[in-house]
């Protein structure tokens, strides 16, 4: 029985258990692909992303894990080092003189729900009763609801679905008028 010193041995030993040689060739050969795959992802540093892919790999197989495909094995972990590595690159804060040209406008949350009031009872019955019913609810109860509410209808869950759909985009497009004319 061979002893195992670290968790590039237990790497090793599964990349080939016969050749050390052998093993520590398919071990550059893998770490020359993770690398050139995550440079095609564009990782800031493909090199340390790929050693980092490979020691966790060896550790997950040095904990125990029963690992049957190593390279593939290899691969996944190295996207999750690349979305780590992208998270990381991500700023935390907006910048003080930024401006966001996208954001709507302030608007007065009362003259908000006068529109809304008054694009509510613009709708028909039905996709009123729709659009109010439709978003009540958390987790399974929610989803009772719209079971209800669509067999109330003579609905499909897909119907239904569709139905809240468009009474909401009917709903945003009134308000967003009613704001504009206010």
Same mark, same amino acid.
């Given at each position: 029985m061979t002893v195992y010193n670290s968790a590039m041995d237990f790497l090793l030993a599964k990349l080939d258990a016969e050749d050390r040689e052998r093993a520590g060739e398919k071990y550059l050969v893998l770490l020359d692909e993770l690398a050139n795959f995550l440079r095609l992802k564009n990782s800031s540093d493909s090199q340390t992303a790929a050693e980092e892919a490979l020691d966790r790999t060896a550790k997950k197989i040095a904990a125990g894990a029963d690992v049957l495909h190593i390279r593939a094995y290899a691969f996944r972990v190295a996207k999750f080092v690349l979305l780590e590595q992208r998270r990381k690159?991500?700023? +935390?804060?907006?910048? =003080?003189?930024? &401006?966001?040209?996208?954001? #709507?406008?302030?608007?007065?949350? +009362?003259?908000?729900? =006068?529109?809304? &009031?008054?694009?509510?009872? #613009?709708?028909?019955?039905?996709?009123?009763?729709?659009?109010?019913?439709?978003?009540?609810g958390e987790g399974r109860s929610k989803a009772d609801l719209k079971i209800k509410l669509a067999e109330r209808f003579g609905l499909t869950m897909t119907a239904l679905k569709l139905r809240a759909l468009r009474a909401r985009q009917k709903l945003e497009k009134c308000i967003n008028n009613c704001l504009a004319k206010k």
């Amino acid at each position: 029985m061979t002893v195992y010193n670290s968790a590039m041995d237990f790497l090793l030993a599964k990349l080939d258990a016969e050749d050390r040689e052998r093993a520590g060739e398919k071990y550059l050969v893998l770490l020359d692909e993770l690398a050139n795959f995550l440079r095609l992802k564009n990782s800031s540093d493909s090199q340390t992303a790929a050693e980092e892919a490979l020691d966790r790999t060896a550790k997950k197989i040095a904990a125990g894990a029963d690992v049957l495909h190593i390279r593939a094995y290899a691969f996944r972990v190295a996207k999750f080092v690349l979305l780590e590595q992208r998270r990381k690159l991500q700023p +935390d804060a907006l910048p =003080e003189n930024y &401006e966001n040209r996208f954001a #709507a406008p302030e608007i007065k949350s +009362d003259l908000r729900l =006068e529109c809304l &009031e008054e694009c509510l009872n #613009a709708l028909g019955f039905i996709d009123r009763e729709i659009i109010v019913n439709y978003y009540e609810g958390e987790g399974r109860s929610k989803a009772d609801l719209k079971i209800k509410l669509a067999e109330r209808f003579g609905l499909t869950m897909t119907a239904l679905k569709l139905r809240a759909l468009r009474a909401r985009q009917k709903l945003e497009k009134c308000i967003n008028n009613c704001l504009a004319k206010k």
